[in-house]
């Protein structure tokens, strides 16, 4: 069935966009495998590389005169605020050991000082009226 000629357009289509896609396989292949198609795609990756060095200083310029920080000041300013946050987490954890161990299930406040006395009494167990 696949010998058969159709005079369908739709299969003709079918049939012509396939033979134009294995031709550009075949061209494109045959193109990137040269040497010069590699030499050509190193010099444009170096351009496009040297022309983002360039546009990143000039923007840092810009910055600088708008008196707006850069990329690169608020990337540093990320991580001290997170160096900062672990830090604080880090007191977090000791204070909250701290607490728990407060008492330690001897009677003595955390530094080894013992509790205060309580001398007050309820009103109720004092027996006498308020």
Do not use: C
């Amino acid at each position: 069935m696949a010998n058969k000629k159709s005079n369908d357009p739709v299969d003709v289509w079918h049939t012509m966009l396939g033979e134009m896609e294995k031709g550009f396989n075949s061209f494109a292949t045959q193109t990137m495998s040269s040497p010069e198609f590699s030499k050509v795609m190193n010099q444009a990756g170096g351009v496009a590389a040297g022309a983002q060095k360039q546009f990143e200083g000039l923007m840092e310029k810009y910055l600088v005169g708008m008196n707006l920080p850069s990329r690169t000041q608020l990337v540093s300013m990320a991580e001290r605020l997170q160096a900062i946050e672990a830090q604080l987490n880090e007191i977090r954890t000791l204070l909250s050991r701290m607490m728990q161990d407060k008492t330690g299930g001897s009677g003595e406040a955390f530094g080894g000082l013992p509790k205060p006395r309580r001398t007050r009494r309820p009103p109720s167990a004092a027996g006498g009226t308020p």
